[in-house]
């Protein structure tokens, strides 16, 4: 175990560059990869930037921006689509559009095949996609004649789809256009509170662990399990400037409520100030290493930042 002593920087260093020191094998996907966090699991695509490079720029300028952040799931037709991106619920106000950026060209090259992303867009106009998209649930072939093509940008990865189905799965209330057909993780709907929402992150390399860390640019995805039950979240953290010690922040717009049970869970511990990580991959340059039993402690409050503490590699 490394712990803070009289060199932090020491440790802070072997955290983040110890993939120089032990790499493990990975695969290599030719396009962007973004892991999409919801609140009944995450799932990977790889975008398709040859086939389809400026639908793939517009959702990336999205992605970068955090746009999707903290979106819901507002249409979802079973058997067919899941459809997401446009809008964001706020309390004592309701659906809140995300704004948008001017219209992209249509891209069509690839089938509307089970398991591929694809870009909304508004009847009879092939050249109105802005930031709405979805995951064909079935083979949706009708769907590359109608309105020249809806374009394909990217697909599902692994084993991705069983969240997408669950998704699927889940009843829906219709509350209007911006939430026609939203899947809820209750039992019985009550609020938009459980409707499905999403982050979306670029990240390096595929993976299907339950927590990550991206090297490059700090960013921490993971569940955490709240005092013991209290509550169970999905959330990201952004490393922030330190000269010494690792330091991470919660990124509050991606805070959402996460239906469990989720297999290696982190924990936090009001009490004891402790973010707890049992099983950690750590990408660095196409690489990865597995670091366990992680600690953080909570040193600032507002905004909530944790300090690394220790580590087992």
């Known amino acids: 175990m490394f712990l803070i002593s009289r060199s932090r920087k020491a440790m802070k260093s072997t955290f983040i560059y110890a993939v120089i020191v ?41 992605v970068g921006r955090n746009d999707y952040n903290g979106t819901y799931f507002h249409r979802v037709v079973d058997d067919f689509v899941a459809q997401g991106g446009a809008y964001r619920f706020q309390p004592y106000v309701g659906p809140v559009d995300v704004p948008t950026d001017p219209p992209i060209a249509n891209e069509f090259n690839v089938s509307n095949s089970r398991g591929t992303i694809a870009m909304a867009k508004l009847d009879g106009n092939p050249d109105s996609a802005t930031n709405q998209w979805f995951i064909n649930l079935a083979d949706n072939v009708n769907l590359d004649t109608l309105n020249g093509g809806f374009t394909v940008f990217g697909s599902v990865l692994g084993d991705g789809m069983t969240i997408v189905d669950a998704i699927d799965n889940q009843p829906t209330v219709d509350l209007g256009y911006k939430a026609v057909s939203a899947p809820y993780i209750k039992t019985a709907y009550t609020d938009p509170t459980d409707f499905i929402y999403m982050n979306v992150e670029v990240v390096t390399r595929y993976s299907g662990a339950p927590n990550i860390f991206e090297t490059e640019s700090g960013l921490l995805i993971t569940s ?7 509550e169970l979240l999905s959330m990201n953290f952004s490393a ?60 600032n409050n507002s905004p909530a930042q944790f300090t690394l503490k220790s580590f087992d590699q």
């Open 22 to 62: 032990l790499l493990m094998p990975f695969s290599c996907f030719a396009g962007t990869i973004v892991r999409v966090s919801t609140s009944i699991g995450d799932f990977s695509v790889e975008l398709f930037d040859d086939s389809a490079p400026m639908t793939v720029e517009n959702f990336l300028n999205y």
């Open 224 to 230: 955490v399990d709240v005092d013991n039950g209290s």
């Open 240 to 299: 922030v400037q330190s000269d010494e010690d690792l330091v991470i922040q919660v990124n509050q717009e991606s805070v959402m409520r996460r239906r469990g049970p989720v297999e290696g869970v982190a924990t936090f511990s009001s009490s004891s100030g402790e973010f707890r990580i049992p099983v950690l991959e750590v990408n660095s340059g196409g690489g990865v290493i597995v670091v366990r039993n992680v600690v953080f402690t909570l040193t």
